[in-house]
């Protein structure tokens, strides 16, 4: 059985646990969920995963 994760669901799921959980964390996640996209979009675009 061969288990795959992608990152982007994994991170989704864990934020929308902790935006339940603690909501005056919503800003802090979508600020720091939109750096590091914009980031991965910037330096990330010729890097591709094996």
């Known amino acids: 059985m061969n ?3 992608s990152l982007g669901p ?3 799921l ?3 646990i ?3 959980v603690v ?3 919503l ?3 979508v600020a720091i969920y939109l ?3 914009g980031l991965l979009g910037l330096f990330g675009a ?3 995963m094996k």
Do not use: E
């Open 10 to 12: 994994l991170v989704s």
């Open 27 to 29: 800003n802090y996640i």
């Open 23 to 25: 909501p005056r964390l």
């Open 3 to 5: 288990l795959n994760l």
């Open 14 to 16: 864990i934020a929308g």
């Open 18 to 20: 902790l935006i339940l």
């Open 35 to 37: 750096i590091i996209i």
């Open 46 to 48: 010729g890097f591709q």
